[in-house]
């Protein structure tokens, strides 16, 4: 099926596009150590606030233009004319593990000491906006996969056994999602958050954003496959299969599970963006991910000064437009995918 | 009809019931209470706090202190907050209109701004329009609110034509009645905006999808068999009918706009509900967070009834009695 899949997106020139920005991204976060010049934590005090820097070509090898800072009250810098830094590719740096396995030292471009190059510019204590980028997308990125992980088989296992069962199961479930749907979900997170985070060191955050995303994050899920599988039910292979005395476990998973499998995939796909949008709000509100660990809510949070409005350091709000991309991403190709497991509902879209 | 009403009426008490104790739990769950940052300042003697603890049945255990709670509710007192030392009713009084100000202009800017466009787009399926906008609407599904709501935030600090935050400016008590509301009514254009946007391409989706639906059946050729003007089949034919299942899609949205309330409110420094909430739960007030967080769940309700209520008029082939 995942084949056939794949054969159908790539006929598709909007699944193709969806397909090979989200291998971009997701190369970018696996390589994120060999990528940046420097490691997220690397400050630079004279450097706060830098613009990115210009590249220049000299002798067909590009330079970074040098910058002098002008006024600091004002974070303002000028270049300085006709001196420039060449960028070295390949080099190595300060040593890092690779996965946090392998030890390595290789980078893919470095500027040597004391000048910095500062793609994207840097933040209010000298880091460097592009390396946090892309170390802020092992979070950002990795977080809603495993949520959904989590909570698609909590959902379907939910749903699942109500929608089988029928009687008091199915009432109790019901009620219970009914329960978490009806509060707004950014309070049910705030409130959730604050009774476990105490419990967990800073360090674990993540695994306490997962946990809490994915207790609230079954719920729509659930509501939806016991509605399937209350239909499911009733068809005369699931009969058979209870005359023939199959085991409910069995029926479920041999024969719910792969009725249910393309739904799964397109909802799956289609809630991948809550969990990171989910993420992103909880660290822009300071409560998820917290320094020294760095994601892409975390450095919005960080840029939210008026210093940074006055004077137009639009540099410091790029990871609002990650965040964008990859939601917008993800979007597009739920959509795709919903066309090509549910011809049906697109002709009544159209 | 007011038996409908009366009857959901009584299915959110145990909803209400249920929010009020989970919140409680987890506000016994998190370690530490509202006294810890008054235990760290040498200069506040030990005697105060002992007393404060007495005071706020500090020592006990959750479940005594949420029938306390409870007791007091069920008589009309939502308890004090603990660090404003102002009873909570009056902090939800003044937090409260504001949000909902803010909630029910973002649903009229979303409408206004989404049936015309759906209706477009549908009526000029796959022209130049339908195409931008179904791109607009990814793009404002997409964004997060706190992300639009600091570019508006930069956007004001750089033209300087909006306020960069607040409801009212500094020198509000000094305008005339007209002055103020012109004074409000800037400072909520641009959350208005950002809370709304993402509302926008919902219900423009719905729309469209609605439309080009009712475009097809039937009565609807009839009605062009029979020779009706264009323009009347599709303002009255159609988009009469076309137009129910927003109504009915409120309820979710406005589920959604709550929970961005909590983050635009911050960001934009708005003095709503969302922000109590945030406030509240960072420095352990629980009577506020418990209150809040109920109120907001009973906006949720209150919108959701008023939406079925609103759909039953406006689609007389549903009755509410039967369900």
């Known amino acids: 099926m995942l084949k056939h899949l794949f054969k159908e997106i790539t006929r598709r020139p909007m699944g193709v596009a969806c397909l090979a920005i989200l291998a971009f991204l997701y190369l970018g976060t696996i390589f994120s150590q060999f990528l940046a010049p420097y490691l997220p934590t690397d400050q630079d005090l004279a450097n706060a606030y830098h613009p990115p820097t210009r590249i220049v070509l000299e002798d067909w090898r590009p330079h970074v233009q040098v910058y002098e800072q002008v006024d600091p009250a004002a974070a303002r810098y000028e270049p300085v004319e006709g001196e420039t830094a060449p960028v070295n590719f390949f080099t190595a740096g300060e040593q890092y593990r690779f996965w946090g396995l392998v030890p390595a030292e290789m980078r893919l471009f470095q500027v040597e000491e004391p000048h910095r190059i500062y793609l994207l510019g840097s933040d209010g204590t000298g880091r460097d906006v592009f390396s946090r980028l892309l170390y802020g997308a092992q979070v950002s990125l990795s977080i809603g996969f495993i949520g959904i992980c989590i909570t698609m088989t909590l959902g379907f296992l939910v749903g699942g056994v109500a929608g089988y069962f029928g009687g008091k ?69 699931v009969l058979a299969a209870e005359v023939m005395g199959q085991s409910s476990l069995r029926i479920l998973f041999r024969h719910f599970l792969p009725n249910l499998a393309s739904y799964l995939l397109v909802a799956a796909t289609l809630s991948i963006p809550a969990y990171i949008l989910a993420e992103a709000a909880l660290s822009f509100l300071g409560l998820g991910i917290q320094e020294p660990g760095t994601s892409w809510g975390l450095m919005l949070q960080q840029a939210q000064e008026l210093k940074v409005f006055t004077l137009n350091m639009w540099w410091l709000l790029t990871p609002g437009a990650a965040i964008f991309i990859t939601v917008i991403t993800f979007n597009m190709l739920g959509d795709v995918l919903r066309d090509i497991v549910d011809p049906r509902q697109q002709i009544v879209k159209r | 009809m007011l038996s409908f009403i009366a009857r959901r009426f009584l299915t959110m008490i145990p909803l209400l019931l249920g929010i009020s104790v989970l919140v409680f739990i987890l506000m016994a769950i998190a370690p530490g209470d509202f006294l810890d940052v008054a235990r760290t300042q040498e200069d506040i003697p030990a005697e105060y706090i002992e007393r404060m603890e007495e005071e706020f049945a500090l020592g006990e255990p959750w479940h005594t202190r949420y029938f306390i709670w409870l007791g007091n509710v069920v008589q009309g007192n939502l308890g004090e907050s603990w660090i404003y030392r102002v009873p909570v009713t009056e902090l939800l009084w003044q937090r409260i209109p504001a949000t909902l100000v803010l909630s029910a202009l973002s649903i009229m800017f979303a409408l206004c701004v989404a049936i015309p466009m759906g209706v477009l787009a549908a009526i000029y399926k796959d022209s130049i329009f339908d195409r931008v906008s179904s791109m607009f609407a990814y793009a404002a599904l997409s964004i997060p609110e706190f992300f639009l709501a600091l570019l508006a935030v930069m956007f004001a600090a750089q033209t300087g034509w909006f306020p960069t935050g607040g409801l009212s400016s500094v020198e509000h008590e000094f305008m005339s009645f007209w002055g103020r509301m012109a004074d409000y009514a800037h400072h909520l254009v641009l959350p208005t905006i950002v809370l709304g946007m993402g509302s926008v391409a919902s219900y423009m989706r719905i729309m469209r ?98 939406a079925d209520l609103l759909l039953a008029w406006s689609d007389p082939r549903i009755r509410l009695e039967k369900n």
């Open chain 1, 169 to 237: 199961t199915d009432f109790l479930a019901m009620r219970l999602v009914e329960f978490i749907i009806a509060v707004p979900s950014l309070y049910l997170l705030i409130a959730l958050r604050g009774a476990l985070a105490e419990h967990f060191e800073p360090e674990q955050m993540y695994l306490v954003i997962v946990i809490i995303l994915s207790l609230i994050g079954w719920a729509g899920a659930a509501r939806i496959i016991r509605g399937m599988a209350l239909s499911l039910r009733q068809r005369p292979f």
């Open chain 2, 209 to 306: 999808a609605n439309f080009l639906d009712y475009i097809r059946s039937d009565f609807v050729t009839t009605a062009r068999a029979k020779g009706v003007a264009e323009g009347r089949v599709m303002f009255v034919h159609v988009l009469r009918n076309a137009i129910n299942p927003l109504v009915s899609a409120s309820g979710f949205i406005l589920a959604t706009l709550l929970s961005g309330s909590i983050l635009v409110e911050n960001v934009m420094n708005y003095p709503g509900l969302g922000q109590l909430i945030f406030e509240a739960l960072m420095r352990q007030d629980e009577f506020v967070v418990v209150a809040a967080v109920m109120m907001g769940c009973v906006m949720l309700m209150l919108g959701n009834l008023i």
